[in-house]
């Protein structure tokens, strides 16, 4: 029920003490999170429209929104990739720390997902296809884009070789995934050629079908499991802003709603904080509204 969902938001809490000096209690990667999902997952496509996107050229994705959830009043934030991940980070395109869609020319300071989860005691991983290494910092590498990667542009990050190493190569996925061992937060980002970029959606879909229906398949997702992962577009064809398509996947989502509320991807930044149990909300995020019409 909506309600019950709600109030499992607004009474999930974080550690005592995190954000005032206090070092958080190191978890164990796969330990439940603090709030109603034990597990998130975001996975960030690229550059499709909706109307390109569903019931058209990626069938596998349309077939599993179909399935559990779809947003089908969702616009990205604005034109240019890597604002768009900020927004999905931060609540905010950093621009005044000089960035645009392609880098950040100073480190960015604001609040950010990754600093909250760290001060409380959270993990996190993101895993990027084509990454050569873990920790990888650099701008490109094969089919590999930094501006497809939010975690990298944030101090935390980069004043922080320790942070670092939750920068992973997307081979390391399965791994996490057989051993049953994922953080509390996973971002998967394809590379340039399989997130419908520089590649068709056909190839970013068989992507998607290959490597995230096995996630789909697993003990986070049936039985008892409860995660929740959202799949997203930066933004829609030929990188512009306008409307994306959306997956919303869990057992604690309505199967098969379409939610034709006007969201953001600052919406979906709080949804997936509160979801974790986290309260306290960066930049836009901080007024968005969650996104509970997709919850039972």
């Not at 496509?45 to 959830?69: C, I």
């Not at 509320?261 to 986290?278: A, D, K, S, V, W």
């Not at 909300?281 to 039972?296: I, L, W």
Request: proline share 5%; glycine share 8%; hydrophobic share 40%.
């Amino acid at each position: 029920m909506k309600t019950k969902f709600l109030l499992l938001l607004i009474l999930a809490g974080v550690c005592a003490g995190c954000g005032n000096g206090v070092t958080p209690t190191a978890r164990k990667a796969n330990a439940p999170s603090r709030g109603p999902a034990s597990h998130v997952i975001l996975v960030i496509e690229e550059n499709r429209s909706f109307s390109t996107v569903y019931h058209n050229q990626m069938p596998w994705l349309s077939a599993l929104g179909d399935k559990y959830g779809i947003a089908t009043n969702y616009v990205s934030d604005e034109k240019g990739s890597l604002l768009d991940y900020l927004w999905l980070s931060s609540g905010s395109n950093a621009a005044h720390f000089g960035c645009d869609g392609s880098q950040c020319t100073h480190s960015i300071t604001d609040g950010n997902i990754f600093r909250e989860l760290n001060k409380a005691g959270m993990s996190w991983n993101v895993y990027a296809d084509s990454l050569p290494n873990r920790g990888f910092m650099g701008m490109f590498a094969g089919n590999y884009a930094k501006r497809h990667n939010p975690a990298v542009w944030y101090s935390d990050v980069i004043n922080s070789p320790t942070q670092q190493q939750n920068i992973l190569p997307f081979t390391q996925f399965s791994v996490d995934l057989a051993a049953g061992d994922l953080a509390d937060y996973s971002i998967i980002v394809p590379d340039l050629e399989d997130d419908a970029h520089n590649g068709t959606p056909q190839k970013a879909d068989q992507w998607l079908k290959t490597n995230i229906a096995p996630l789909v398949a697993s003990k986070y997702f049936q039985n008892d499991g409860k995660s929740v992962m959202f799949i997203t577009f930066d933004n829609g064809d030929n990188d512009d802003q306008g409307q994306v398509f959306t997956a919303v996947v869990g057992r604690s989502v309505i199967p098969g709603v379409k939610v034709n509320t006007r969201f953001r991807h600052e919406n979906t930044l709080r949804t997936i904080m509160q979801l974790l149990g986290l309260k306290n909300y960066p930049g836009a995020s901080a007024s968005a509204a969650p996104m509970s019409e997709f919850f039972r």
